[in-house]
Nanobody
Framework: QVQLVESGGGLVQSGGSLRLSCAAS????????MAWFRQAPGKEREFVAS????????DYADSLKGRFTISRDAAENTVLLQMNNLRPEDTAVYYC??????????????????WGQGTQVTVAS
């Protein structure tokens, strides 16, 4: 069993930056894929970025490439999401997720087995 706890959300002005952190407790096996999703009010949850634990392969939502960067710290069992040049449309609850047997596209929500409670990011215009 894996528990995920997100932190680092908050209120930021448009153009600012935030770094989200996802602390994982329990055993993260090398086969895992870790990801960030987000959900804005009244909208469906959407894929942001993912990273594989073994070989550090990264994937991003096309619309976020160049502004968001995902990374992982295997020693600390932590996944980070660096968000730069934030816009009001980035306002959402951001969720960390873990897939213990990734065999589908990284953006498939149903593939993820463990989820955090989420952290709110609000970008003011």
């Amino acid at each position: 069993q894996v528990q995920l706890v997100e932190s680092g959300g908050g209120l930021v002005q448009s153009g600012g930056s935030l770094r989200l952190s996802c602390a994982a407790s329990g055993t993260i096996y090398s086969s895992y894929r870790m990801a960030w999703f987000r959900q804005a009010p009244g909208k469906e949850r959407e894929f942001v970025a993912s990273v594989t634990w073994r070989n550090n392969k990264k994937d991003y939502a096309d619309s976020l490439k160049g502004r968001f960067t995902i990374s992982r710290d295997a020693a600390e069992n932590t996944v980070l999401l660096q968000m730069n040049n934030l816009r009001p449309e980035d306002t959402a609850v951001y969720y960390c997720a873990a897939d213990d047997s990734p065999d589908s596209s990284p953006g498939v929500i149903s593939a993820y087995d463990f989820w955090g409670q989420g952290t709110q990011v609000t970008v003011a215009s």
